[in-house]
């Protein structure tokens, strides 16, 4: 095999093993994204809900001047 036929090759393999890796990388992460945007999900849930307002005026305080 000449030279630059051994360069192609070469050059060739190592594109295609370049993309397996941003593949399995891609991959990675979206497993590592998905598993925080649960997360984030349940921390959402914890959180109480705030009471409903007494009155329209200023619910739990009066403001009045």
Do not use: C, H, W
Not at 3 to 12: E, G, K, R
Not at 44 to 56: D, K
Request: charge should be negative; proline fraction near 9%; glycine fraction near 4%.
């Amino acid at each position: 095999m000449d030279p630059i036929s051994a360069a192609i090759v070469s050059s060739a393999a190592a594109l295609s093993q370049l993309q397996f890796s941003q593949q399995v990388g891609y991959a990675v992460l979206r497993k590592a994204m998905d598993a925080e945007a649960a997360s984030a999900a349940a921390l959402l849930q914890t959180i109480p809900q705030p009471p409903p307002p007494i009155n329209a005026t200023g619910g739990l305080v009066d403001t009045y001047a």
